[in-house]
């Protein structure tokens, strides 16, 4: 029997939202995580934005507070029974979106808070009496010092995107929460990646926990054509104008290095006609929010972004990514071109690349294992650029990259490795989450502490992400690419 929301166990009034939302079939995350999170197990999920994994774990966990609602006390005496955190502002108001979407037939109450915006309307809400709390680390304990908010009764605590949090150093904050919270709850820990300062985290928060990973939604990255074009940086705003007008691009992610960078280029995109907007962390959360709704909406054909701001935006199916400058982590660009080529449609990412980001540009090549097509299809316009060294021949419509590797060999992921240059554990391993759909039960895979569970990992499920090269050899599978003609402009 195929696997519905119905068999997983959900109630009629979830049903109903689901039916509503239009989603016909549960994810691989949400079939895997739903039934577990019901149970009350802890979860120790793999899973990244675009899995589907917020419905994956909202859905079970309204349910479970809606079975247990107290209909006998006030409102206003509500404590809050659940809280997820999040890294970023974008993900705690998408996720508390999606806490109001699924849960509109039910009598729970929700509220996001984060920082960046003033403190009064959230003590306002608060004190009305919440049972969901979606909010991000630094902005909660705000609340915690003033004490507009108690999590003495908390029941369930979902940590979502843990890598994420942990890159941007909200490990002591996270652990400050930890010991507010009363130690008989449910633990949902979802993360993307599992560096060794994840494993600790999880180990010391969850209990037995079911584990479950599953590819990403993007796997099929091989979609994504990677193309880069030789530019130098004053040229770089026309080509991407010409790229943007010949192209008919209506929908462009387009990634800088600085927010100055960022709202120069939206400008300037602006002046010469190409509807163009930024998001930053310069910006305030209406400004951002207003940014993301503007994009979505088609009012705006260009998002620029910086990296930062770009994590955790939920934005499907998105044709183009242009670096208008390469990151300077190569990790980074994995992440960025990530954002196309979803949901099994096909993606372009662009890469202009000026003669000093050349280095950057080998480190990426040096990470995906293969060196990126150049285009010379943009040449006349680069003008001045000078070549970069070792271009390939050019290469033929649609030939698929040549694996060296055997495909036997386990899948490499270099998107998914340990960040440790970004506050990471520096010590930590290199291992990742496999791209492999698996749900396991923790029987056999926990061991007793000192009468704490702990998660053990599994080696079997970890890959090493590709060491740096010094000629470029195995292409990793996620992310092959189909390589367009150069005449495409
Ligand atoms: P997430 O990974 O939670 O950020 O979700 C990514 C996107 O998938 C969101 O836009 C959701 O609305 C959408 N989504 C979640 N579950 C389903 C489903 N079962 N069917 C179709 N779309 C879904």
Redesign the pocket.
């Known amino acids: 029997m195929s696997c519905t ?1 119905e068999t997983l166990g959900l109630a009629p009034s979830l049903l109903r939202a ?1 039916t509503e ?7 691989p ?2 079939e895997r995580a739903i039934g577990p999170i019901l149970a009350g197990h802890d979860v120790l999920a793999g ?10 774990f909202t859905l079970p966990m309204l349910q479970r507070l809606a079975g247990k609602a107290d209909t006998r006390t006030s409102p206003a005496r509500h404590p809050v029974r659940a809280l997820v955190l999040t890294p970023t502002r974008e993900l705690a108001a ?2 508390e979106q ?1 806490v109001r979407t699924y849960g509109r037939h039910l009598p729970i109450r929700s509220c996001v808070i984060y920082g960046g915006v003033g403190m009064n309307p959230q003590i306002e809400t608060l004190r009305k009496g919440v049972d969901i709390l979606v909010a991000t680390p630094g902005r909660l304990l705000d609340h915690v010092h003033q004490r507009t908010v108690d999590l003495g009764k908390v029941e369930i605590l979902v940590l979502d995107e843990a890598d994420r949090m942990l890159d941007m150093g909200f490990i002591r904050d996270i652990r400050k929460i930890l010991a507010l919270l009363p130690c008989a709850r449910q633990n949902l820990l979802f993360s993307a990646t599992f560096s060794e300062e994840i494993r600790r985290l999880a180990s010391g928060v969850l209990r037995a926990p079911v584990e479950i990973e599953v590819a990403r ?1 993007n796997a099929d990255a091989e979609l994504v054509s990677q193309r880069v074009h030789q530019v130098p940086q004053e040229r770089k705003r026309d080509v991407l104008a010409q790229l943007v007008r010949s192209g008919g691009w209506n929908q462009v992610l387009v990634f800088t290095r600085t927010k100055h960078g960022a709202n120069r280029l939206a400008e300037q995109l602006t002046r010469d006609g190409i509807g163009a907007t930024a998001i930053h962390g310069n910006k305030s959360q209406p400004q951002r929010l207003k940014a993301l709704a503007d994009f979505k909406q088609g009012s705006v054909r260009i998002l620029v972004a910086t990296d930062i701001a770009a994590r955790g935006l ?1 934005i ?1 199916a998105l044709p183009q990514v242009v670096n208008f400058e390469l990151p300077h982590v190569p990790e980074d660009y994995v992440h960025r071109i990530g954002r196309t080529g979803r ?1 099994g449609r096909s993606g372009e990412a662009i890469s202009l690349v000026a003669p000093d980001e050349r280095p950057q540009l080998a480190a990426i090549e040096r990470l995906l294992g293969r060196r990126i097509p150049q285009d010379s299809g943009i040449a006349p316009l680069a003008c001045a650029a000078t070549p970069i060294p070792a271009r390939q021949p050019a290469p033929a419509r649609q030939r698929p990259a040549t694996p060296l590797r055997p495909a036997s060999q386990p899948r490499e992921v270099p998107g998914q490795q340990s960040p440790a240059r970004r506050g990471g554990d520096r010590r930590g391993s290199r291992h990742a989450a496999a791209p492999v759909d698996a749900t396991r039960t923790p029987r056999g895979r926990t061991h007793e502490g000192h009468g704490e569970p702990r998660f053990t990992p599994r080696p079997a499920v970890a890959v090493r992400v590709a060491r740096p090269q010094r000629k470029p050899a195995a292409v990793p599978a996620l992310l092959r690419t189909a390589i367009p003609s150069i005449n495409e402009l």
């Open positions: 929301f689901i939302q239009g989603y016909t079939q549960p994810t995350i949400q899973a990244q934005t675009g899995t589907g994994k917020t419905a994956g998408q996720v999606s939604r939920d499907d949901a």
